[in-house]
């Protein structure tokens, strides 16, 4: 799969009320755009991913997979604020010809928003047939269906919530400790607070998975061990692999992203923002989810207009959004399949 480059070259002004000089998303595409440009699915990728879906979401994209290529023109940037191609803390800020840093500046899931139509532009899309996330993939989906109405024909949010709550802010401040603990995080170099870092995917882990999976999965060997557990060396090899493949500056500046979601800030109020919402809407919750809990799925069911609430039973908590493809995709048939569900939507498109 090849990776796009999309460069916007002008000032970019941020929420917070700073600006980036300009900015790069990476993206992918698969399948074709087809003549009515309807066929356009937008996948938002959740706080690490990266623009290929297929790489961390190939049992929902792919030939013969619920997202065909054959049929679907499938969209997938790399957000703003990341290390995969995007513009991020290690690009090179023009104003010093080093990288940013611990100077990359405040963004919001908005900021990120804003970025990706940008890019929606530029790639011609005039149309969104679906737009798909989980996680902070979801907040920028419900983000983008707020501030463009008239874009998004389906909108399916896969455990999110409408604004980030006391409890994910917390774990993700504990994480952000973890990073400033590490005696090297000041320093100006591109694998400033890795060992902290190491630390803090250690703590996320506890909250995208929960009780009954380390249970299940990190089991005791024997009842006379008294070390050499497999939950221990669980954990550290989540943070060996998170440093193989991120650096410190992007998990912080990611996690303050994840801090800034709420739809009602300068909308008068949650509850309003939602309204806004006009594209036919599927919210999923997963019953064991810690992170972001059913009732936060359940409260965008009730506050979107015609929205449809369904949940998927998991063992894996918070990351049975990227594992449970099977019970996924057999809730998008059945939803897409309601009476006049799909034919509604390219309707819309169509106008």
């Known amino acids: 799969m090849d990776l796009h480059y999309f460069d916007y070259k002008y000032s970019f002004p941020l929420e917070s009320g700073s600006s980036l000089p300009g900015f790069r998303l990476a993206y992918t595409t698969r399948g074709t755009l087809n003549s009515e440009g309807t066929n356009v699915v937008w996948v938002c990728h959740a ?24 049929t679907h023109f499938i969209v997938c940037a790399n957000v703003l604020g990341s290390c995969y191609g995007s513009t991020g803390p290690l690009s090179i800020n023009p104003a010093t010809g080093q ?24 790639l011609g899309i005039e149309k969104i047939q679906t737009c798909i ?6 907040e920028q989906a419900i983000e983008w269906a707020i501030m463009r109405p008239n874009l998004i024909g389906n909108l399916v949010l896969i455990a999110v919530s409408a604004v980030a709550s006391p409890w994910c802010i917390a774990f993700n401040e504990a994480q952000r400790m973890a990073i400033e603990a590490d005696p090297t995080w000041l320093e100006q170099r591109n694998d400033a607070g890795a060992s902290g870092m190491k630390a803090a995917r250690a703590m996320a882990m506890i909250s995208y998975r929960n009780y009954d999976t380390y249970g299940f999965t ?21 943070g060996e692999k998170i440093a193989e493949r991120f650096n410190a500056f992007t998990y912080w500046t990611l996690s303050k992203v994840m801090d800034s979601h709420n739809v009602g800030r300068n909308r008068g109020s949650i ?38 609430y369904e949940e998927i039973d998991s063992l894996y908590g918070h990351d049975g959004f990227l594992i449970e493809f099977r019970p996924l995709a057999a809730i998008l048939r059945k939803w897409m399949a309601t009476e006049n569900g799909p034919k509604k939507a390219i309707e819309e498109l169509k106008k």
Do not use: C
């Open 47 to 70: 706080l690490t991913g990266n623009a290929d879906p297929g790489d961390w979401w190939g049992g929902m994209i792919g030939t013969g997979k619920y997202f065909n290529p054959d």
């Open 133 to 138: 996330g989980g996680s902070v993939g979801g």
């Open 218 to 238: 990190q089991a005791l060997d024997n009842n006379e061990q008294l070390d050499g557990y497999k939950a221990a060396s669980y954990q550290r090899y989540q």
């Open 99 to 122: 990288p940013f840093y611990h100077d990359f500046p405040s963004v919001t899931i908005r900021d990120m928003v804003e970025a990706l139509d940008l890019l929606r532009q530029e």
């Open 271 to 308: 509850l309003n923002a939602l309204a806004q919402i006009k594209s036919r809407t599927l919210v999923i919750g997963i019953r064991s989810d810690l992170l972001f809990p059913p009732s936060e799925q359940q409260f965008l069911a009730r506050h979107i207009p015609d929205a449809i």
